[in-house]
């Protein structure tokens, strides 16, 4: 069971997330590559390292299933939501848009594409998670002697299979940024200062240095880029973000509260409109959608639980 009295939210952390998931989108839609390749380089080890930021230890049989049910019941009711809405848009429009088969949903990962090419995610941060309760369990020094073989096997192995069944390959990668999350803490929170714009300018300047010699990134498909530079480059870009997230913006964290949603959705609302619509009024139309149905979800205790993972 979960002995820790849960923290009180961090806003400046769903701003961050609300950063980075509109920084999804526009990486998922957007037609210029330098932005797209840019963005690439950061925005899921960003996801990663927040998810390490807020993460508590825990103990016990209950609490694994219950961090598992988190993240697994909304897996389940998006895929059947998005499904549905395909297969409508399909028989009522003849939108000819791609549905998956029954073997692409049974391996997850990689199979999903179109509408589904987030799904590996989900799954992905779970197993990481779950490694990393297992991890914190060891000294600092161990810590780090498996953080360094799980990140060097990633490089050396990434890319050598077009196939990552649930994202479950990526865990390598990902388990050092959540790991780092975990080890910053929430306490360690920059204030809206010089000290920060200073951090912020910093951090900006190196990573704009580094992007261009980072190689290729794309988790999904176990794509790290060249090392060490793409993992410095996107150090350098999570703290900006933190930096920026000091600054309390109206509206950011209400979008970055509802960032799993936006994640399942976006894609979805871009294979809709593509046809008719400019790729940034798609980005503004796929966060809105997804803060929307959000807030509709979060109204009733049954989609509470099945569709944002809360409990009922």
């Known amino acids: 069971m979960e002995t820790a009295t849960p923290p009180p939210r961090a806003l400046w952390v769903d701003r961050a997330k609300g950063y980075g998931i509109i920084l999804v989108v526009i990486g998922h839609i957007a037609t210029v590559d330098r932005l797209v390749h840019d963005i690439f380089l950061f925005h899921m080890p960003l996801f990663f390292f927040l998810s390490g930021l807020t993460f508590r230890s825990f103990t016990g049989v209950r609490a694994t299933l219950a961090k598992a049910r988190a993240l697994l019941l909304p897996y389940a009711a998006f895929a059947l939501l998005i499904l549905f809405c395909l297969l409508t848009a399909n028989a009522a429009l003849g939108s000819g848009l791609p549905v998956p ?100 300018a910093l951090c900006a300047a190196a990573f704009f240095l580094l992007a261009p010699y980072g190689g290729k990134v794309d988790f999904k498909y176990l794509d790290y880029g060249a090392f060490p530079v793409a993992t410095l480059a996107a150090a350098a870009a999570i703290a900006a973000i933190c930096f920026v997230s000091a600054v309390p913006v109206p509206g950011v964290a209400t979008i970055g509260r509802a960032s799993l949603t936006i994640m399942y959705t976006h894609l979805l609302v871009l294979m809709l ?40």
Do not use: C
């Open 101 to 200: 088969g029954p073997l692409h949903f049974l391996f997850g990962g990689t199979f999903l594409t179109g509408a589904f090419g987030t799904f590996w995610f989900p799954t992905a941060l779970l197993v990481t998670l779950l490694l990393l309760n297992l991890l914190l369990r060891l000294p600092l020094w161990a810590q780090g002697v498996v953080l360094a073989a799980t990140a060097t096997a990633s490089f050396l192995l990434g890319g050598l299979t077009p196939f990552n069944p649930y994202g479950l390959l990526t865990v390598g990668m990902a388990l050092p940024f959540a790991a780092a999350g975990h080890h910053v803490g929430l306490d360690r929170v920059a204030k809206p200062d010089w000290k920060a714009a200073a951090g912020l």
């Open 273 to 312: 409109l593509k046809p008719a619509l400019e790729w940034p009024i798609i980005v503004v139309v796929a966060v809105a959608v997804g803060v929307a149905l959000h807030q509709l979800f979060a109204l009733s205790s049954p989609t509470r639980r099945l569709l944002l993972g809360m409990r009922a």
